[in-house]
């Protein structure tokens, strides 16, 4: 019975975790939202993800309590619902870097990526919850990884094209925060199903950790904001001339590029900004170096929550749908080790490069080749399944 509880919730993240990767990058991309330049931060996309989430959440809750359920258990505990604070901070994390890759990568391109993570579960299933590591998980799992590599063998090899459609630096740096913050989850969800009050079910653990995002990201967006004006981030004193030429003047239209080089005196390697500049003047710079996303972490938080352009939103508030649903099962899975489970979650990687050929993406015959390798992993992963029970994890109130 625990198999078929797994493999229908595989079925159903899978799905899940698949849409919101496309849904997100279809959010980011003018061609499905009307033509018009993006301009809502990934800071205020998570807000509007997470406003979806909590909303799917609460409805869900809402029918529990009218279909009968009592409202103590709604209550997981202080103890659970700290480790759901934490996992919902680096959950934001993670969302922000989930709406700041799909703006400059195609899905397919980033996605193995933020799953390198995969390969330490097994370690951490053992230390934490005592879970015994098998032997085809081991076999699997190193072909996953493997096909996870695969895609970027060239990369590796140094025979990439011109036209690479390589991570830059920042985005790698993305990846190595998502992963953190993946793994994190992983774990903490674990440790939340195992300290939650008994009877607690995972609608009221998603409402929670909904709550706790919302709470997060709500006064990300107000607080950085503040604080990027109060250091003058959106108006350098001096930027390297190689950067103010590609991150800057190469972005803006002939007006705009004019008035700010009325501003910049240009030395041999660098652009020096000028004195006495009026505080109208110094909004204008402000609004012009915010426009191309001159500082990078700061522009993650910019801009109003009720945006211009509500097509991306419409992307954004399915997705959060999809990702109410794969929260939830994710709690429902939590029960048992994250090792036993967790890269049996992305079967869809497979598949991504086939459905980015759909929508017109060149793909490569390294990810072709990479998403048969990764598919074999998880199936021989799983081949031992009638010698082996599915091990719930102890819960607390149980130990």
Known sequence: ????????????????????????????????????????????????????????????????????????????GFLSLSTIMIAAFTGVIENIGFFYLPRYYSPHIFAPYVNVYLAFLPFFGK???????????????????????????????????A????????????????????????????????????????????????????????????????????????????????????????????????????????????????????????????DIFKSVEYNRFFSLFEGSIMPDNWLPILFIIAAGLTGYIYSFGFFKLSKFAAHFWVPYTNVYLALLPFVMILFGKEVTGYQIIGAVVVTAGLMIGVMDYSRNKVVAIKRKDEQ
């Open 1 to 76: 019975m625990e198999w078929i509880l797994l493999i229908i919730w595989l079925a159903i993240i899978n799905g899940g975790l698949g849409g919101q990767y496309i849904l997100n990058w279809m959010a980011n991309q003018p061609k499905y939202t009307g033509g018009e330049k993006i301009d809502i931060s990934p800071g205020v996309m998570t807000w509007w993800r997470e406003i979806s989430k909590l909303s799917w959440a609460l409805i869900a809750v809402i029918i529990e309590l009218v279909r009968g359920k009592e409202i103590k258990y709604m209550w997981p």
């Open 127 to 161: 230390i934490l919850f005592d879970a015994p590591i098998r032997k085809e998980h081991w076999f699997g799992i190193s072909l996953v990884v493997l096909g996870l590599a695969i895609p970027y063998t060239p990369k590796i090899l140094g025979i990439e094209g």
């Open 163 to 286: 036209n690479s459609t390589s991570l830059d630096t920042m985005g790698i740096i993305w990846i190595v925060i998502i992963n953190i913050c993946l793994l994190s989850q992983q774990l903490l969800n674990n440790k939340t199903v195992q300290t939650a009050f008994k009877g607690v079910g995972p609608n009221a653990l998603v409402a929670w950790r909904e709550v706790w995002k919302m709470i997060f990201i709500t006064s990300a967006l107000f607080l950085i904001p503040l604080i990027g004006n109060a250091l003058q981030a959106n108006m350098p004193d001096k930027v390297d001339t190689e950067e103010f030429n590609t991150r800057v003047l190469g972005k803006l239209d002939e007006n705009k590029k004019e008035y700010l080089l009325n501003f910049y005196t240009k030395t041999d390697n660098e652009y020096i900004i000028k004195n006495k500049i009026s505080p109208e003047e110094e909004n204008k710079i402000k």
